[in-house]
């Protein structure tokens, strides 16, 4: 499918209406998951190649950051579905020039439906192609620092689970925290978190490119801005550095409460080991064939019953006031 905007702030969807040819006044051309015959012709309007899918997941920066006859090829790593279960991140291709942006993608973030929706309800949008790609970079970065909000959130969440004090529970208590489920979630958030950094670097590495390269035409007014998305970019990474640290520290913890548990459980079993030697020594021994004068005096019998009690009371007491029960 193929988007376009205008300068006059229509929307054009390939899917709705196709234009042949394309109009001249595009300040905004979308190719989303495009079949060959959208890429040639979009190539032929834009006068210059488009990357392949292939050439798109290229790692080398000399591949992702480029320019070829006046504009500028950008390739960044942008995270898509972020609302969902399974998020994941997806490299875009921005391709800029003085009049138009291009952008070539195969999975649609929220920061393109949020200009979709912009436009079609008239909102005012500065239509040239910096300021489009602006819009789209701020979009794409205020997406990412409010997931990082809500890890942050959950972080703290899970750090007072963890921690929380309960004066009612015994030494020997169970944790109210699933700490299995503790160390799932720890997970995720880990594996979301470097997704986000690794789309945070990648973004501003390719606005450092563009503003290292794109102010000849680019307008004045726009490259502060671009200096503060870029300056909020590298705000977040920090912050994803904090975040990183913070969930390293909590999966320690968490390791460290389980073998508590677990050691605690241990030490159950041994202290009741313990506690049932000695009566079971003395049974073992009133058991054997030996002649021991029992038959012959009843008494000594309850004597040795006894025996076995106290002989299982005592360590009980004596582990009491050891304080290891």
Not at 95 to 116: E, F, G
Not at 146 to 159: G, M, S, Y
Request: with cysteine; aromatic share 8%; proline share 6%.
């Amino acid at each position: 499918m193929i988007r376009l905007i205008t300068e006059q702030g229509q929307l054009i969807d390939w899917q709705d209406q196709k234009p042949h040819p394309l109009p001249d006044n595009l300040v905004f051309l979308d190719l989303l998951n495009p079949a060959r015959a959208e890429e040639l012709e979009a190539e032929q309007w834009l006068e210059y190649q488009l990357p392949t899918r292939e050439e798109m997941q290229e790692i080398e920066e000399s591949s992702r950051l480029y320019s070829e006859k006046g504009a500028l090829y950008m390739t960044a790593w942008v995270p898509v579905g972020l609302d969902t279960p399974v998020p994941e991140t997806s490299a875009i291709t921005f391709v800029v020039s003085p009049d138009t942006l291009t952008t070539v993608r195969y999975a649609d973030p929220m920061a393109w439906r949020v200009i979709a929706d912009q436009v079609r309800r008239q909102h005012t949008l500065p239509l040239s192609s910096d300021a489009v790609f602006l819009t789209l970079l701020e979009a794409i970065v205020a997406r990412i620092a409010d997931t990082l909000q809500n890890v942050e959130a959950d972080l703290r969440r899970i750090a007072m689970e963890i921690f929380r004090v309960n004066p009612n529970k015994t030494s020997g208590g169970e944790s109210q925290c699933d700490l299995n489920e503790v160390i799932k979630l720890l997970g995720r958030h880990n594996s979301l978190v470097a997704n986000l950094r690794e789309c945070l670097v990648s973004i501003a590495r390719m606005l450092q490119y563009f503003l290292n390269n794109a102010a000849p035409w680019m307008k004045g007014e726009l490259a502060a801005l671009f200096r503060s998305v870029a300056r909020d970019v590298k705000s977040l990474d920090d912050y994803t550095n904090q975040q990183t640290q913070e969930m390293s520290f909590l999966l320690d913890s968490t390791l460290g409460l389980i073998n508590i548990q677990q050691n605690q459980i241990i030490k159950i079993f041994t202290v009741a080991s313990v506690l049932f030697m000695p009566p079971t020594l003395i049974a073992s021994i009133y058991g054997m064939n030996v002649g021991l004068p029992i038959a012959e005096n009843p008494i000594a019998f309850w004597a040795v019953m006894i025996i076995i009690v106290l002989s299982a009371i005592l360590p009980i007491v004596f582990f009491k006031k050891k304080k290891l029960l």
